[in-house]
T-cell receptor, first 114, second 113 residues
Framework: AQTVTQSQPEMSVQEAETVTLSCTYDTSESDYYLFWYKQPPSRQMILVIRQEAYKQQNATENRFSVNFQKAAKSFSLKISDSQLGDAAMYFCAYRSRNNNDMRFGAGTRLTVKP | EAQVTQNPRYLITVTGKKLTVTCSQNMNHEYMSWYRQDPGLGLRQIYYSMNVEVTDKGDVPEGYKVSRKEKRNFPLILESPSPNQTSLYFC????????????FGNGTRLTVT
């Protein structure tokens, strides 16, 4: 079964600076989807960004971008110009194209210091 | 407003007392699923449903039941809750196919004493 690993249980960043959250996954498949979700203290799960494995171009959404390295099975999230509202738990997730199961990492708790 | 609604938001119960957590979506999504979130483990899938009357086990189905009698509703049933089922539960839905993301409910914090 596919596994998703987030090796940083906690990270912190100074407001206005840049931070990168790591995610690696294990799969033998070639076609799949990757996601980053944000969970603020309200515990709502919010989609941050998504990436299709067949696309070589890295996805971006405003201040959020990913570094997708398919051969290395790595999918890191970069947050630029960090804001206080970015403080949250961030989950990396994987879904096979042919499977209905979405696999989540254990999460990284991001603190933003003013 | 497109949303997934689950209730209750908080629930405290005792061991063995049957309970149901409701989940409803208004987006006409075929796929619905339940997850539990525990510290250090992320979210783990309990059950999912591809469509009405079609349900399948996820990674951690023991002690849970689900039903999908209508497309919009997907309740989670704990027939005899135990303390190890104390957790944060999420219902989610999505359209079938491609890179459709999951839409989550606001979560149910369950405590079993």
């Amino acid at each position: 079964a596919q596994t998703v690993t987030q090796s940083q249980p906690e990270m912190s960043v100074q407001e206005a600076e840049t931070v990168t959250l790591s995610c690696t996954y294990d799969t033998s498949e070639s076609d799949y989807y990757l996601f980053w979700y944000k969970q603020p203290p309200s515990r709502q799960m919010i989609l941050v960004i998504r990436q299709e494995a067949y696309k070589q171009q890295n996805a971006t959404e405003n201040r959020f971008s990913v570094n997708f390295q398919k051969a290395a099975k790595s999918f890191s999230l970069k947050i630029s110009d960090s804001q206080l509202g970015d403080a949250a738990m961030y989950f990396c997730a994987y879904r096979s194209r042919n499977n209905n199961d979405m696999r989540f990492g254990a999460g990284t708790r991001l603190t933003v210091k003013p | 407003e497109a949303q997934v609604t689950q209730n209750p938001r908080y629930l405290i119960t005792v061991t063995g007392k049957k309970l149901t957590v409701t989940c409803s979506q208004n987006m006409n999504h075929e796929y619905m699923s339940w997850y539990r979130q525990d510290p250090g483990l992320g979210l783990r899938q309990i059950y999912y449903s591809m469509n009405v009357e079609v349900t399948d086990k996820g990674d951690v189905p023991e002690g849970y039941k689900v039903s999908r009698k209508e497309k919009r509703n997907f309740p989670l049933i704990l027939e005899s809750p135990s303390p190890n089922q104390t957790s944060l539960y999420f219902c989610a839905s999505r359209q079938q196919g491609s890179n459709s993301p999951l839409h989550f409910g606001n979560g149910t914090r369950l405590t079993v004493t």
